[in-house]
């Protein structure tokens, strides 16, 4: 681990009052934890709970105030350095290379056979062709030394043909409408990251920025494609890496502000490693186009991987349906401290996580398209997402972290297990968990007894839609939900439920339909201050169902997307021990989110079940805490209120 060095305080690097740790990251991550659900402490409950009204009801969290944001991240960071980018063409000195050689009209460069060195900051324009060559920055000023390429092409077989070994700072200039090339051969750069050795075909051991109306193609051979001991930033240009390893790579951090970026890696595409310092390491995405291939992550940040904006799309290892080795994790985006995102669009095609952060995941703005080979979004921390639009479009588990808010936003999961998963960081560790265990030993799934951990799903704002195999909404410790819409399209099998916890789910606001087998059915808690309904009723994917009440109004209607044994229903409109009535058939009118349509019709549609609004059920086969059938499941022919079923009952 490199130590921690004194940075000038200078115009072009502001350096942070204190140096944030990891640590401090992760406590901050708690911290906001604890400020959402400040004022509420739901009780975990047992099985014989009574049936439970309104009064007495815990408080349930208060919307996110969302205060992990780009500028937050980003105020807590190093500044990155700012370039002087314009300058007087008349100052230029001209490098003309010539094949093996080249020419110079200026000072400030001396010639050596095919070596090219720059010895003093200054602008410095160079065309031509350099075969088996390298250009050499080694300015002991603190100066800026500006390279301008126009119509460039250095390679090296030996080493890497654009390099920097001493400098103030340095500039690369694409110049406008020019194509420009550097390559170096298989076995000519470093493999130590952590030496001054060049180990990318451009490599800089100065602060690096790259901008210009042109055109770079980099082939890293060897190594890496391009690469910055200091910071790098990306202002603009049109630049396409190949690389042997990583692409792109600055130490301290990596920005990209602008431009179209494309990167083919063997290794990491874009990377910033500084493990040292908690103020830097980390990749910022303010613009640009980025098109990134990566045989390992896509973007990885040893603290924070932050996309303000722009429009990046990232492919990993082959994509989700790709088998990688049991040593491989080919993530999308990886920030070790957090992943931020506040805007711009985001597509991942990950064999492993599309997000993934060993701290925090806030999304408060932005698009993102997501598919994985495992999780869509996970954080070992905190998981928020305040706004912006994130579409897990395969998964294994859509939404895991310990505790995962959604309190703004459009959020739509499809997932082969658990739709949403909160879960301490030493369980999610294990192989199975609270479901799984039950289905091995045969016994009852979440609220059966297993221990209450310290994870949540809160649920304040916004719109949560949920396909899911597995759970639809799982926490091993509580829920709670005060706003927003949830549909959740549960599993079909009797070994998961569309809701499951561990602790108690407390509902005071929105609306809620869960729809799912009936083997581990739960409600939300008994006592909720917005009441519930949970319904018994078998029927097939395309089946219509509407809640209605005992005058015959229609408070929900929706169609279901594949087999169901159970419908759970929360909203304002639900009477805490008032009937309802679920009918199935009809039709679904106006808009739908997840199968949840504005409006339906009843017409032809026959009675399947009856229940009372506020009645529990365990997760123990849909048995009723709160005073229903023990087990849940009422003898053929009858319904949950101990009427005789229509004939024709689905």
């Not at 400040?38 to 309104?54: H, I, K, L, V, W």
């Not at 952590?194 to 051991?205: K, Q």
């Not at 199935?584 to 808009?591: A, F, Y």
Request: overall charge negative; hydrophobic content about 35%.
């Amino acid at each position: 681990m490199r130590p921690i060095r004194t940075l000038p305080t200078t115009p072009r690097r502001r350096r942070a009052a204190a140096v944030r740790r990891r640590a401090a990251v992760l406590g901050a991550s708690a911290a906001l934890v604890a400020a959402v659900l400040t004022g509420c402490s739901p009780s975990s409950r047992t099985a014989g709970t009574s049936t439970g009204t309104s009064e007495g009801a815990t408080t349930t969290p208060a919307s996110s105030a969302a205060d992990v944001t780009v500028a937050s991240t980003m105020a807590a960071n190093t500044a990155p350095h700012e370039a002087e980018t314009t300058w007087d063409e008349a100052d230029e000195v001209a490098v003309t290379l010539t094949g093996g050689s080249a020419t110079v009209e200026g000072d400030g460069v001396t010639v050596d056979g095919s070596t090219v060195t720059i010895t003093a900051a200054g602008t410095y324009r160079l065309s031509g062709t350099l075969t088996d060559g390298s250009v050499v920055v080694d300015s002991p000023d603190d100066g800026t030394v500006r390279i301008v390429l126009d119509g460039a092409d250095i390679t090296s077989s030996t080493t890497s043909p654009l390099q920097v070994s001493d400098a103030g700072d340095v500039v690369v200039v694409l110049a406008d409408g020019s194509q420009n090339h550097l390559a170096d051969g298989e076995t000519s750069a470093s493999s130590d990251a952590e030496d001054d050795e060049p180990n990318a075909a451009l490599f800089s051991t100065a602060d690096l920025t790259i901008t210009g109306g042109g055109a770079l193609t980099v082939e890293g051979n060897a190594n890496d494609g391009i690469a910055s001991k200091d910071g790098l930033v990306i202002e603009s240009g049109t630049i396409t890496v190949t690389a042997a390893d990583d692409g792109i790579r600055g130490k301290d951090y990596l920005v990209v502000a602008g431009g179209s970026v494309t990167v083919t890696a063997g290794g990491d595409a874009l990377k910033s490693d500084e493990d040292a310092d908690a103020a830097l390491g980390y990749v910022y995405v303010s613009d640009g186009t980025i098109e990134l291939t990566a045989g390992d992550d896509g973007i990885t940040a040893a603290t924070d991987v932050v996309l303000g904006g722009g429009t990046t799309t990232v492919t990993t290892a082959g994509g989700h349906t790709a088998t990688v080795a049991d040593d491989a994790s080919p993530k999308g985006l990886v920030g070790d401290v957090s992943v931020v995102v506040g805007g711009g669009a985001l597509t991942v095609d990950a064999a492993d996580d599309a997000i993934h952060s060993d701290g925090l995941v806030s999304v408060t703005d932005g698009a993102l398209s997501l598919a994985s080979g495992d999780d869509g979004v996970h954080a070992e921390g905190a998981l928020q997402v305040a706004g912006g639009t994130v579409d897990v479009t395969a998964s294994v588990e859509g939404l895991e972290g310990q505790h995962v808010t959604v309190s703004g936003g459009a959020v739509s999961v499809v997932a082969s297990d658990d739709g949403v998963n909160a879960t301490a960081p030493d369980a999610a560790d294990s192989t199975t968990d609270g479901s799984a265990d039950a289905a091995a030993q045969g016994g009852p799934g979440g609220g059966g007894g297993f221990a209450v951990e310290d994870a949540t799903v809160t649920i304040s704002g916004g719109t949560l839609v949920v396909d899911a195999e597995g759970d639809g909404l799982d926490s091993n410790g509580d829920m709670a939900m005060s706003g927003g819409t949830v549909v959740v399209s549960g599993p079909t099998n009797d070994g998961n439920g569309a809701l499951d916890f561990n602790g108690s789910f407390e509902v005071s606001g929105g609306e809620l339909v869960a729809v799912g087998s009936a083997g581990m059915a739960q409600t939300p808690s008994a006592g909720s201050s917005q009441s519930f309904v949970g319904l018994s009723a078998t029927g097939d994917a395309g089946t219509v169902l509407h809640v209605v009440d005992a005058d015959g109004h229609v408070l929900a209607s929706f169609e279901a997307s594949k087999a169901f044994g159970s419908v759970v229903y929360s909203s304002p409109d639900v009477v805490d021990g008032a009937t309802y009535t679920l009918m199935t058939g009809g039709s679904v009118t106006g808009d739908r989110l997840g199968g949840l349509a504005t409006g339906g019709d009843t017409a032809g549609a026959t009675q399947a079940a009856t229940a009372t609004a506020g009645e529990e059920q365990s997760g123990t086969g849909g048995g009723m805490r709160g005073g229903g059938r023990p087990g849940g499941q009422p003898p053929a022919g009858t319904m949950p209120g101990g009427d005789q079923a229509p004939s024709d009952a689905q």
